[in-house]
């Protein structure tokens, strides 16, 4: 017997405006029942699990120990800049002159992920 992966669950101050972030990082729609100020929502990805988002009263304090990894379908600068247009932060830039590397940034509430490079530019480094 296993466990099979339902969601991954963040917790957050305001559901509703954290999910409609992570909507727009994905492409993904927000749960349809979701309204402002709800306590808990979701995004309902393509396939896999579902983020989960958890409105709870205390504050994110120090590093996540779990975290989301994120490959775009552009390239990785191309994927920073949109998602820092979005309301995201750098938080580090481990990005190498060669293109190996990635970039850590955090959605609106300090929540830690990680741009890595695209499929294309993998395959180019590799050939």
């Not at 580090?92 to 970039?103: E, F, T």
Request: hydrophobic share 40%; with cysteine; aromatic share 4%.
């Amino acid at each position: 017997m296993v466990s099979v992966l339902q969601n991954v669950a963040i917790d957050c101050a305001d559901a509703y405006a954290l999910a409609r972030f992570w909507s727009e990082v994905t492409g993904r729609p927000v749960h349809p029942e979701s309204e402002p100020g709800h306590p808990e929502t979701e995004v309902m990805l393509a396939e896999g699990p579902v983020l989960h988002f958890n409105q709870v009263p205390e504050p994110k304090s120090g590093k996540n120990r779990l975290h989301l990894c994120l490959r775009p379908e552009t390239s990785r600068e191309q994927e920073v800049e949109r998602l820092l247009g979005l309301g995201a932060t750098l938080v580090s830039d481990l990005r190498n002159p060669d293109g190996s590397g990635w970039a850590v940034l955090a959605d609106p509430e300090g929540n830690e992920f990680c741009v890595l490079r695209s499929a294309a530019e993998r395959a180019a480094m590799e050939s």
